[in-house]
């Protein structure tokens, strides 16, 4: 059975119905707002924990703010 085929079929068996078609549409729409969102938070998670390791392992420069903040110095910065 060809692609063209099976199209043909669903269409006579009236396989999308407006409520099959709103169902795969929110599924769709669902899936593809979880997926931002999950990618979003791994990146921001991923990004906090390379800077923490970083500043661990005294590869950045960096100080405390006084409202408890890490700024990060540039490499040349001068110590105050």
């Given at each position: 059975?060809?692609t063209g085929d099976?199209?043909?079929?669903m269409?006579?068996?009236?396989m999308?119905t407006e409520?099959?078609?709103?169902?795969l549409g929110?599924?769709?729409?669902?899936?593809?707002a979880?997926?931002?969102?999950?990618?979003?938070?791994?990146?921001?998670?991923?990004?906090e924990?390379?800077?923490?390791?970083l500043?661990?392992?005294?590869?950045?420069?960096y100080k405390?703010t006084?409202?408890?903040?890490i700024?990060?110095?540039?490499?040349?910065?001068i110590?105050e």
């Amino acid at each position: 059975m060809t692609t063209g085929d099976t199209l043909k079929w669903m269409t006579e068996h009236k396989m999308f119905t407006e409520s099959i078609m709103w169902l795969l549409g929110a599924y769709l729409a669902g899936s593809g707002a979880t997926y931002y969102l999950f990618l979003r938070q791994n990146f921001l998670k991923a990004t906090e924990t390379t800077i923490d390791a970083l500043i661990e392992k005294g590869f950045l420069r960096y100080k405390k703010t006084s409202d408890g903040e890490i700024e990060i110095l540039k490499w040349n910065a001068i110590d105050e």
